[in-house]
Protein backbone atom coordinates (compact mmCIF):
# COMPACT_ATOMS: atom_id res chain seq x y z
CA UNK A 1 0.00 0.00 0.00
CA UNK A 2 1.25 3.37 -0.92
CA UNK A 3 1.76 6.25 1.50
CA UNK A 4 1.35 9.52 1.78
CA UNK A 5 2.96 10.89 -0.94
CA UNK A 6 3.79 15.47 -1.17
CA UNK A 7 5.78 16.73 -3.67
CA UNK A 8 7.88 19.15 -3.86
CA UNK A 9 10.48 17.37 -1.33
CA UNK A 10 12.27 20.52 -1.68
CA UNK A 11 11.70 24.33 -2.73
CA UNK A 12 13.63 27.34 -2.22
CA UNK A 13 12.07 30.70 -3.07
CA UNK A 14 12.28 34.20 -2.71
CA UNK A 15 9.87 36.13 -0.07
CA UNK A 16 7.01 37.41 -1.69
CA UNK A 17 6.89 34.54 -4.17
CA UNK A 18 3.77 32.23 -4.43
CA UNK A 19 4.51 28.31 -3.54
CA UNK A 20 2.42 25.10 -3.44
CA UNK A 21 2.62 21.93 -1.39
CA UNK A 22 0.74 18.89 -3.00
CA UNK A 23 0.15 16.28 -0.90
CA UNK A 24 -1.58 12.83 -1.93
CA UNK A 25 -2.89 10.78 0.90
CA UNK A 26 -3.41 7.05 1.59
CA UNK A 27 -6.56 5.58 -0.53
CA UNK A 28 -9.40 5.37 1.59
CA UNK A 29 -7.76 7.60 3.96
CA UNK A 30 -11.30 10.30 4.18
CA UNK A 31 -9.01 12.32 6.86
CA UNK A 32 -5.86 14.65 5.84
CA UNK A 33 -4.05 17.11 7.86
CA UNK A 34 -1.53 20.14 6.65
CA UNK A 35 0.77 20.69 9.56
CA UNK A 36 3.59 23.30 9.69
CA UNK A 37 6.86 22.30 11.70
CA UNK A 38 9.71 24.45 12.83
CA UNK A 39 13.01 23.07 13.52
CA UNK A 40 13.24 21.31 17.17
CA UNK A 41 9.73 21.48 17.66
CA UNK A 42 6.49 19.05 16.82
CA UNK A 43 3.68 19.40 14.22
CA UNK A 44 1.58 22.12 14.24
CA UNK A 45 -1.71 21.75 12.76
CA UNK A 46 -2.74 24.15 9.90
CA UNK A 47 -5.88 22.36 8.98
CA UNK A 48 -7.59 19.62 8.88
CA UNK A 49 -10.46 18.01 6.08
CA UNK A 50 -12.79 15.31 6.50
CA UNK A 51 -13.23 14.13 3.22
CA UNK A 52 -13.90 17.97 1.26
CA UNK A 53 -14.00 19.80 3.96
CA UNK A 54 -12.28 22.14 6.11
CA UNK A 55 -13.25 21.46 9.36
CA UNK A 56 -10.79 23.05 11.70
CA UNK A 57 -8.32 25.86 9.74
CA UNK A 58 -8.71 27.83 13.10
CA UNK A 59 -4.67 27.62 12.63
CA UNK A 60 -4.33 28.73 9.07
CA UNK A 61 -2.94 31.87 8.89
CA UNK A 62 -5.79 33.20 6.40
CA UNK A 63 -4.36 36.39 4.89
CA UNK A 64 -1.50 34.74 3.11
CA UNK A 65 -2.35 30.77 3.49
CA UNK A 66 -5.10 28.78 1.49
CA UNK A 67 -5.95 24.86 0.97
CA UNK A 68 -7.88 23.29 -1.00
CA UNK A 69 -9.27 19.65 -1.47
CA UNK A 70 -11.96 19.97 -4.30
CA UNK A 71 -12.63 15.98 -4.51
CA UNK A 72 -11.86 14.40 -1.27
CA UNK A 73 -8.66 12.99 -1.85
CA UNK A 74 -5.28 14.97 -2.73
CA UNK A 75 -5.00 18.67 -1.45
CA UNK A 76 -2.57 21.72 -2.23
CA UNK A 77 -1.45 24.24 0.26
CA UNK A 78 -0.55 27.42 -1.05
CA UNK A 79 1.40 30.25 0.98
CA UNK A 80 0.96 34.04 -1.47
CA UNK A 81 2.94 35.82 -0.49
CA UNK A 82 5.71 33.72 1.09
CA UNK A 83 7.76 35.56 4.24
CA UNK A 84 10.95 34.31 5.78
CA UNK A 85 9.51 32.95 8.64
CA UNK A 86 7.62 30.69 6.79
CA UNK A 87 10.67 28.59 6.35
CA UNK A 88 9.55 25.60 7.68
CA UNK A 89 8.64 22.03 6.48
CA UNK A 90 4.90 21.42 5.41
CA UNK A 91 3.83 18.19 6.70
CA UNK A 92 0.91 15.88 5.60
CA UNK A 93 -0.95 13.24 6.81
CA UNK A 94 -3.80 11.21 6.54
CA UNK A 95 -5.97 8.78 8.69
CA UNK A 96 -8.87 6.67 8.31
CA UNK A 97 -11.26 8.77 9.87
CA UNK A 98 -14.10 6.71 12.00
CA UNK A 99 -12.30 3.38 14.13
CA UNK A 100 -8.69 4.28 12.17
CA UNK A 101 -6.62 6.52 15.39
CA UNK A 102 -3.25 7.04 14.14
CA UNK A 103 -2.30 9.01 11.75
CA UNK A 104 0.04 8.56 8.53
CA UNK A 105 2.67 11.06 8.05
CA UNK A 106 4.56 12.19 4.57
CA UNK A 107 7.87 13.04 4.06
CA UNK A 108 6.99 16.48 4.57
CA UNK A 109 8.13 19.69 2.46
CA UNK A 110 10.97 21.81 3.33
CA UNK A 111 10.49 25.64 1.97
CA UNK A 112 13.29 28.00 2.24
CA UNK A 113 12.13 31.48 1.61
CA UNK A 114 14.99 33.57 1.16
CA UNK B 1 -7.45 22.70 26.98
CA UNK B 2 -5.46 19.80 25.22
CA UNK B 3 -1.60 19.89 25.90
CA UNK B 4 1.76 17.20 25.57
CA UNK B 5 5.05 17.80 27.66
CA UNK B 6 8.46 16.21 26.60
CA UNK B 7 10.62 17.94 29.44
CA UNK B 8 13.76 16.01 27.90
CA UNK B 9 14.71 18.00 25.06
CA UNK B 10 17.79 16.26 24.02
CA UNK B 11 19.29 12.70 25.30
CA UNK B 12 22.63 11.04 24.68
CA UNK B 13 23.29 7.66 26.02
CA UNK B 14 25.80 4.92 24.87
CA UNK B 15 24.47 2.35 22.61
CA UNK B 16 22.91 -1.07 24.39
CA UNK B 17 22.02 1.47 27.04
CA UNK B 18 18.60 1.22 28.19
CA UNK B 19 16.84 4.53 27.73
CA UNK B 20 13.39 6.64 28.99
CA UNK B 21 11.82 9.30 26.97
CA UNK B 22 9.23 11.09 29.58
CA UNK B 23 5.55 12.21 28.26
CA UNK B 24 3.31 14.05 30.20
CA UNK B 25 0.00 14.94 28.88
CA UNK B 26 -3.31 17.28 30.30
CA UNK B 27 -6.69 16.80 29.28
CA UNK B 28 -10.18 16.85 30.70
CA UNK B 29 -11.56 14.43 28.69
CA UNK B 30 -12.21 10.73 29.76
CA UNK B 31 -11.89 9.12 26.23
CA UNK B 32 -8.54 9.72 24.02
CA UNK B 33 -5.44 8.38 22.40
CA UNK B 34 -1.93 8.12 23.30
CA UNK B 35 0.35 8.22 20.39
CA UNK B 36 4.38 7.78 19.93
CA UNK B 37 6.47 8.92 16.82
CA UNK B 38 9.59 8.47 15.51
CA UNK B 39 11.59 11.11 12.72
CA UNK B 40 14.67 10.06 12.28
CA UNK B 41 16.90 12.39 10.02
CA UNK B 42 15.44 11.67 6.78
CA UNK B 43 12.28 13.32 8.42
CA UNK B 44 9.33 11.17 8.21
CA UNK B 45 7.25 10.62 11.34
CA UNK B 46 6.83 6.83 11.31
CA UNK B 47 4.09 5.49 14.19
CA UNK B 48 5.01 3.75 16.90
CA UNK B 49 2.50 2.54 19.27
CA UNK B 50 -1.00 3.81 19.94
CA UNK B 51 -2.66 3.20 23.45
CA UNK B 52 -6.53 4.44 24.87
CA UNK B 53 -7.11 6.26 27.76
CA UNK B 54 -8.89 2.70 29.01
CA UNK B 55 -6.61 0.54 28.67
CA UNK B 56 -3.64 1.18 30.95
CA UNK B 57 -1.91 -2.55 30.29
CA UNK B 58 1.93 -1.67 29.56
CA UNK B 59 3.05 -2.86 26.44
CA UNK B 60 6.02 -4.15 24.82
CA UNK B 61 7.18 -4.66 21.45
CA UNK B 62 11.08 -6.06 20.87
CA UNK B 63 13.50 -3.91 22.79
CA UNK B 64 10.39 -1.21 22.99
CA UNK B 65 7.92 -0.90 25.83
CA UNK B 66 5.38 1.92 27.31
CA UNK B 67 4.38 2.55 30.48
CA UNK B 68 0.98 4.11 30.18
CA UNK B 69 0.07 5.31 34.05
CA UNK B 70 -3.41 7.64 34.30
CA UNK B 71 -2.67 8.54 37.86
CA UNK B 72 0.19 10.47 36.59
CA UNK B 73 -1.02 11.28 33.29
CA UNK B 74 2.24 9.83 31.76
CA UNK B 75 2.92 8.00 28.82
CA UNK B 76 6.77 6.95 29.15
CA UNK B 77 9.17 5.27 26.44
CA UNK B 78 11.60 3.01 27.07
CA UNK B 79 13.94 1.65 24.38
CA UNK B 80 16.22 -1.25 26.01
CA UNK B 81 19.74 -2.03 24.65
CA UNK B 82 19.61 1.07 22.16
CA UNK B 83 21.31 1.01 19.20
CA UNK B 84 22.72 3.85 17.05
CA UNK B 85 19.48 3.51 14.39
CA UNK B 86 17.25 4.48 17.35
CA UNK B 87 18.97 7.69 16.99
CA UNK B 88 15.85 10.24 16.16
CA UNK B 89 13.20 12.57 17.55
CA UNK B 90 10.65 10.96 19.04
CA UNK B 91 7.19 12.43 19.92
CA UNK B 92 4.60 11.89 21.94
CA UNK B 93 0.92 13.39 20.36
CA UNK B 94 -2.36 12.87 21.91
CA UNK B 95 -5.72 12.42 19.83
CA UNK B 96 -9.03 14.62 20.82
CA UNK B 97 -11.77 13.44 18.65
CA UNK B 98 -9.75 13.82 15.30
CA UNK B 99 -7.66 15.96 16.01
CA UNK B 100 -3.49 15.65 17.41
CA UNK B 101 -1.64 17.42 19.89
CA UNK B 102 2.20 16.86 19.80
CA UNK B 103 4.99 17.39 22.59
CA UNK B 104 8.21 19.51 21.23
CA UNK B 105 10.17 16.18 20.87
CA UNK B 106 12.79 15.01 22.50
CA UNK B 107 15.98 14.03 20.43
CA UNK B 108 17.98 10.91 21.14
CA UNK B 109 21.39 10.63 20.45
CA UNK B 110 22.75 6.83 20.70
CA UNK B 111 26.25 6.63 20.23
CA UNK B 112 28.21 3.59 19.11
Known amino acids: EAGVVQSPRYKIIEKKQPVAFWCNPISGHNTLYWYLQNLGQGPELLIRYENEEAVDDSQLPKDRFSAERLKGVDSTLKIQPAELGDSAVYLC????????????FGPGTRLTVT | AQKVTQAQTEISVVEKEDVTLDCVYE???????LFWYKQPPSGELVFLIR??????QNEISGRYSWNFQKSTSSFNFTITASQVVDSAVYFCALRRFNKFYFGSGTKLNVKP
Open chain 1, 93 to 104: ASSGGQGAYEQY
Open chain 2, 51 to 56: RNSFDE
Open chain 2, 27 to 33: TRDTTYY
